[in-house]
Every structure is written in C-alpha cells, then in structure tokens.
C-alpha cells in the first residue's frame, strides 16, 4: 500500500536527516579545533520496485564521510614545536603512553598539525596525548640508508633526553690572513707573525692552535716563500705538529695568491682544494691554505699582517635550549652556544586515499584497507606538501556554511515529521470507514 511505503520513507527521512544533524553539530562543536577535517553526509535514494500501476516510497539513506583530504590553512604562532603541513600529507605520531613499545607494537597514526612540547621524559607530546615520530639523523642531518619508508618500522619517538648537552668537533680551519709581500725581501728583519685559532676536540674540550709565518729572506730579490708551522697546546703534542713552504705568485696574473704549497712535515696537502690536513691532538683538520686558482686562504700583498679572515668551525658543549624545525623536516636541537644539531628528520606521510583514512580522538586518522598503504617522503618532495614550525593548521569547518546546513536540516526533518503526521491521519480516516 502506498501509505505505508510513505510512512516508511518519512521515517527514513528522519533517520537520514538525524544523521546531518549528528555531523553538523560534530563540525560546529569543532570549529576552533586545530587541524579538525570537517565530516559531511552523502544522501542517496532508495527505490523500490513496484506494479506500473502503483508507486511505492523507497525513501532515503545517509552515509556519513570526513574530508580529510582538505587540509585547513596554516595559521602562525609563537611556538617553535608547533607544527604544521602545508599541503598534502601528515605528521606521524603514536600515543604518548606507547613511546617505549617496540615499533611492531606502537600505534602508527597520522595528524596534520599538532602543537608539541618536551614531557618529563624529553618526548615531544602534544597535550591531548600524541607523542611525534621521525626518523634519527646524524650530526650532518643525514637519515641512515636503508630506512623503511612503506611503513613505520624505522620510526622512532622524538626524544632529546639524550640530546641536553653536546659539541661539535673542530673538522675545518680556514686561514684567511693576508702576509705582507714586503716581509720576503732582501733587507727584511725576517721576524715571524702568528696567530692563535681555537679548535675543539670530540667532547667539546678547548684547544688551540699556533699558526707561526716565517718569511725566508733571500740575499737579493724577493723570495715570495714562507714558512707556515702549526703548534698543537693539546697535552702530548710533540710541536710543530706539522711545516708548510707556502710560495706566491707575484705577477700581475697572480696577484699574490699561493702558487705552490710543499709538506715539510706533518700533513698532507691537496692543490685541487688548497686544503692541507693535519693531525692535531683532536683527530685531523682540514686546514684552508690556498692554491693557484682556487678562492680564499692566505694572499700575500703589500699590505700589513691581517689574520682577519682567519676561522674555525665546532663548539664547545653547550647546554641545550629548544628545538627549531628547518623546512625541510629536520629538528634541530639548539644549544647556549650558537650551535644547532640535527637530531630527527621528520617524514611527511602520504596514502593513496586520504579520505580512506579511519578518524580517530584528537584530530589523528589510523591506516585503513581503504587508505592504503602509506608512504614516508621527505617535505617537498613526490606529492606531499612542506613542514612547518611556528604554525598551526586551522579547522576546515565554515561556521556559517554549518549554520545554513543546520536550518536546511531543520525543515527536512520537520516535513519529514508532517509526512508521519499526514499519513497517520490518513490511516486514522481509513480505519474509520467501517464504523
């Protein structure tokens, strides 16, 4: 009977536009919630077959969907550690409570903007309880080869407890100073110049170099030639450590660059580079001496002694201070001492279909057979978006867009309601026909 098919699709309604409601009070509840992925319904018919002669109600249904493809605009803020993807993707991260499983054990999900900070355990958490993953990274920033990024495997919670204090070797020392060309003429008093370069050693212990220049002064003429010894103040350091000749060129083309460089002792020398290497009490330095044609290191023109341009890299052990995030993933640890230390890279995650994903609390999704797998790219790279500190992404709910779905929900579930009403009273008529 046709009646009974329309109270059977007034009820369907109900149910259908029950629904709506649901999700559109899911979206507005979450309007400010950073990086929610706004929900939305799906409504498709349902029909029933009948006779040519008489048409019967199929109604309604309603199925439920989240966007999360649609990432929020990236919003900035004065947090460090609060990060955001800018694009397609999403930070891995797992629960806080699970940081100490293994990683066959962890719960692998995904976010798209979390605001992160340091627990009592040196894990970088956010507050509702999500604890970030990424993978371990050297000195230099470089991620181990072999990493697996099909999975999660290779992922590790981002800790700094063992980061609080570290030093970075002396590997480089760049001899920019200037001889004077006077100095290697017949006449001179052939007194030496020196200049002193710190340098420090694996465990941020300070040491320091006597670089001595002494000029060889021919009895006629201009020899160009100097001696350039290195004396090491580490402890059992039988000085000089290591003796360059180091002759310049003079002519007009030449300009007073080093032409040739000759071991004395103590080192090794490559004219490709103009670096010279040298055993110190910390391990080898590459020292910056000069060539023929190559930029940088010691001039010699007829000027006064500059050691101006004379400099070292590595530190001493400083005592960590925060963590910054460079754009392409890697966190730095940054220390009292200036020097910023790569500890983590973090990967942006990406799956064939995002709206595949599983939501669960705290804006997080978890993989699904309809995600696909995922795969861990560096920021920037293949289809995924970049990563970004000092930001935060914003919910993708439009409040005013939620408020007209709710007013439009509002009269479909009323005329839903009238239909029940007008067939019951229908019914009601029916049922009187045989009084």
Known sequence: MSLSSSLGAAVAGLQANSTRLAVISDNIANSSTPGFRRADVDFASLVVSGSSSVFSAGGVQAAAYRDVATAGAPIGTTNATDIAITGRGMLPVTLATAVDQPASQRPFQLTGTGSFSLNDEGVLVTRSGLALLGFP???????????????????????VSNAQIAAEPTSLIKLGANLPA????????????????????????????????????????????????????????????????????????????????????????????????????AGPIDVVVGAAGVEGGLTQLAASFTPTGVTSDGARAGIFTGLELDNDGTLLGVYDT?????????????????????????????????????FLWDANTGPVGGISGFSSQQSTVDIAKELTNLIQTQRAYSSNATTIRTVDEMLQETTNLKR
Do not use: C, H, K
Not at 141 to 157: C, K, M, N
Not at 236 to 258: H, K, M, Q, Y
């Open 338 to 374: 200036g020097q910023r230390l790569a500890l983590y890279r973090i990967p942006v995650v990406d799956v064939p279909n995002p709206n595949g994903l599983t939501a669960v609390d705290n804006q997080a999704f978890t993989i699904s057979s309809e995600s696909g797998r995922p």
């Open 182 to 281: 006077t100095a290697t003429d017949a006449g001179a008093s052939g007194a030496p110049f020196t200049t002193t370069i710190p340098y420090y050693d694996g465990v941020g212990r300070e040491n320091r170099l006597t670089v001595t220049f002494t000029p060889i002064v021919p009895a006629s003429g201009s020899s160009n030639t100097w001696t350039v010894s290195f004396d090491d103040s580490a402890v059992g350091a039988t000085n000089p450590i290591a003796e360059l000749s180091v002759t310049f060129d003079d002519s007009p083309a030449g300009r007073g660059a080093v032409d040739t460089v000759t071991v004395m002792s103590g080192a090794t020398y490559s004219a490709a580079n103009g670096v010279a290497t040298i055993a110190t009490g």
């Open 137 to 159: 990274t050297d000195a230099s920033g470089q991620v181990a080869a072999g990493v697996v990024r099909d999975g999660p495997t290779s992922l590790e919670p981002v800790r």
